[in-house]
């Protein structure tokens, strides 16, 4: 086996870092609670490419806003088990795994420093049509604008956008980390392992 993935806590890395972990609550689309607790985890490589980006955006006037993170496997398979087939196309195959199953994808957006609101996209997050695509000409030229912002400045932090999720980036290195299965409760015991000073 190779050596244990080192874990970062998204919570712990920067005070202006926001969160709405919308698969803690019944809010997102699948209509129910799926995790225990709201958590976002990603592996400590991803985490620090995250928190460039994020720095990157401050000096800009905006911080970033995380809905998820690290997604053990048996969600992607819950999701992909009881949605229907037009939600399909927006879902990631059990079969292959998703990149947030490697502890190496996050779905977020902005929000502006001056107001502390999360900025307007063309879509809203998890809105599984046309207007969420990163060619969607609608919507106003502010909102194209944000969009396109975020877009580069994530691509030049190692994070790759996908075609049609504008909140949805996969860090450059996915394809080399395996798809998990922990809980976040078993995270958060690794986490502890890898804070003990005996351990460096
Ligand atoms: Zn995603």
């Known amino acids: 086996m190779k050596m244990k993935p080192m874990w970062t806590d998204l919570k712990k890395l920067h005070p202006l870092m926001k969160f709405d972990i919308v698969y803690a609550s019944p809010n997102n689309f699948f209509g129910s609670q799926v995790y225990a607790s709201p958590d976002a985890f990603l592996l400590s490589h991803v985490a620090e ?3 460039q980006a994020h720095l990157e955006f401050l000096s800009l006037g905006y911080g970033i806003l995380i809905y998820d993170a690290y997604r053990p496997w048996s969600v992607t398979q819950l999701f992909w088990n009881q949605s229907s087939e037009d939600v399909r196309p927006y879902l990631a195959n059990p079969k292959t795994g998703s990149s947030h199953n490697r502890g190496c994808a996050v779905d977020c957006t902005l929000y502006k420093i001056e ?10 997050f998890d809105e599984m049509n046309e207007k969420s695509h990163l060619n969607y000409l609608g919507g106003s030229e502010a909102e194209r604008q944000v969009r396109d912002l975020f877009q580069s400045v994530m691509k030049r932090n190692q994070f790759q956008g996908i075609q049609n999720e504008w909140w949805h980036f996969n860090h450059t290195s996915h394809s080399q980390h395996l798809v998990m299965n922990f809980t976040f409760e078993e995270i958060r015991q690794v986490l502890q392992t890898q804070r003990r000073p005996d351990s460096k």
């Open 49 to 51: 490419d995250l928190l």
């Open 115 to 124: 107001d502390q609101q999360a900025v307007t996209m063309p879509s809203a």
